[in-house]
Every structure is written in C-alpha cells, then in structure tokens.
C-alpha cells in the first residue's frame, strides 16, 4: 500500500485558505517540519463506492517500516460554526485527524509526516500539516489533525489525503493514500468533473479545455499600474496505478503576437511538489506577472513536463 519516492521543497507559490493545529496523545506536542506520465492509458472508471489499488477508506491501518508503525485518517468531521475563527460566509471548517501509531514493544522515535489533502474531482488544494520525529511509548501514537476550510459547495465531495512518512534515518519517504467525502451532499458542476477521454496531439488548445492529462484555466487578471498579477489553474492526471512525483510542469507566459516572454513559474502544492495519487486529479493555483500593456491582448502558455514534453495552450488575457 505503500511506495517510496523522492521529494524536494520547493519555493512556496501559492498559500491556500487553510487552518493547521496538531496534537499528540503521548509524549510532547509534535513539531512542524519543514514526472508526470505522457501517453498513458485512459482514467480508470472510479464510482464513488470503489477506489482504486493504492487508495484506501478513512479508518483503515497502513503498515510504514514493515509494520514497525502504522498511519490512519479519521473521517472528516465538520467543526460547528463558531469553532474555528475568521471562517469566510458561505464557508465552513472541517477536522480530520491523522494517527501515528507505535506498533513496537519498546519506545521508538515516529517517523516524520507530511500531510496533505486535495478536494473534489479536479484536486484543488484543501491543507496540509507536518510533524517532525517525536518518541513514542509502545502501543501509543502520535494525533495530528489537518484542519479545513472549504466553500459549502464542497459539502459532499471527496478529500484525497498524502501522508509522506519517513523513518528515522531514511531520506525517501513511504506514500500512503487515504479518501472520503466530507459530510453532506453537493452536486458537483460541470468544472468538478475530472476529464473522460479528453483530446490528445492539438497543435494548439484553448484556455479551459484538456489536452491529454494537462488543463489550463481561463486567466484572470488583478491589480493596477505598470504590472498586473495575472492567475490561472494547472490541472494534472495521474492516468497510472502509481503514484506521480507532483504536478512536475512548468508553465511559460508569453504574450501578444510577438509572444514576449512574461513569466515562468513552477506551480507545486504549498511548500513542496505533493504526490498525485493513483489515477486521481490534482489541481493548483499559478500566478505570474503580466505587463499592463498585454492586458486584453492574447496569451500562449507553454505547458513544459519533466520530460520536456510541452504542450501549448491559447487565450486571452482577462481585464
């Protein structure tokens, strides 16, 4: 159920809306720490009440270190209103906790987590917590909880969580996948559904539509003066029954006729490039600078994977 794999910790792009705490209930208070595939084969058929190998229901027990320790993800609960402060109108805050248990006769040092979690179809980033090496008494575990707040129109939508655990003394961290939706129901619109199929080898694709595993959303623009912040949503699949490294793409912004390089960002999910799971979706927020002068004008996106691969998206550069 797990897998190892490398990772690094990128230059934070991107801060979501989220709320962390975490606790323990043994030992002191735990520490925060801190390529995609091309001509895959189609998404798997994945109905609500089945997941894919790989991915496992909260409540369940994964082994890390050969059964040295083992991690479990409660439920989602949703937290009163009230509980949680500066909660926007029309959203709502979410608790979920997540257990590093010592499965050993003697006292052992717990393996550091990275924690992350992504919601609805389309990925996008729900939070994130981390936990450094802390020692923890036989049959005894590490609580940490990984706080939400999310739009009410996620109510119902299912949360994939990462947890990286690595041991003491290991540099590659073991990937365990949990999912399950937060209470409630919502009908997801046309946006949250995760593509079917989607059109492969255009020379060129539109803002919002897919090309292969890749999307990129419409782009916005914000701000005054001679440089404007312009914004737009990079989505990935996982088409495999392994893990992806990241979102692994990088984004090339060039504008106008001419196509004057604007920009190039490396878009990754908080401070780091968070695995994908298997044959899910993963989305993230870019930004980039935009001249005042390209504002209304067209745009070209290069969309460049580890492999070098690129593929080439148009549009216009909203006002």
């Not at 962390?20 to 043994?26: D, K, L, N, V």
């Not at 805050?93 to 590093?100: D, E, G």
């Not at 079917?196 to 919002?208: D, E, I, K, Y």
């Not at 890749?214 to 914000?222: E, F, I, P, Q």
Request: hydrophobic fraction near 35%; glycine fraction near 12%; include cysteine.
């Amino acid at each position: 159920m797990s897998v190892r794999l490398r990772h690094t910790l990128p230059t934070v792009l991107l801060a979501g809306a989220v709320l962390i705490s975490g606790c323990a209930r043994s030992g002191s208070d735990p520490k925060a720490d801190g390529q995609p595939t091309s001509g895959a084969p189609a998404t798997r058929p994945s109905p609500s009440t089945v997941l894919p190998d790989g991915i496992v229901k909260p409540g369940t027990a994964l082994p890390v270190g050969d059964g040295a320790w083992t991690v479990t993800l409660q439920s989602f609960e949703r937290l009163p209103a009230g509980t949680v402060p500066g909660v926007p109108a029309g959203s709502s805050a979410y608790t979920a906790r997540v257990s590093v248990a010592n499965q050993r006769a003697q006292i052992a040092t717990a393996p550091q987590t990275a924690v992350t979690a992504r919601y609805g179809a389309l990925g996008r980033p729900a939070g994130e917590v981390a936990g450094g090496p802390q020692r923890v008494r036989p049959n005894r575990s590490v609580d940490r909880d990984l706080r939400l707040v999310l739009p009410d129109q996620a109510q119902g939508l299912p949360v994939t969580v990462t947890v990286e655990a690595t041991e003491e003394g290991l540099a590659q961290p073991e990937l365990l996948f949990f999912e399950g939706a937060l209470p409630g129901s919502a009908a997801a619109s046309p946006d949250e559904r995760a593509p079917q199929g989607s059109p492969a080898g255009q020379s060129v694709t539109p803002l919002g539509q897919w090309n292969d595993h890749v999307r990129l959303g419409k782009v916005t623009v914000s701000g005054e003066g001679a440089s404007r912040t312009g914004s737009l949503e990079l989505s990935v699949v996982n088409r495999s029954d392994a893990p992806m490294p990241g979102l692994g793409t990088t984004l090339r912004i060039l504008t106008g006729q001419d196509l004057h390089l604007a920009d190039t960002v490396r878009p990754v999910y908080g401070y780091r490039d968070a695995a994908i799971a298997p044959f899910r979706t993963a989305t993230q927020t870019v930004s980039f600078r935009v001249p005042e002068s390209a504002v209304g004008g067209s745009v070209t996106v290069e969309a460049v994977d580890a492999g070098s691969s690129k593929i080439t998206f148009e549009g216009v550069l909203g006002r």
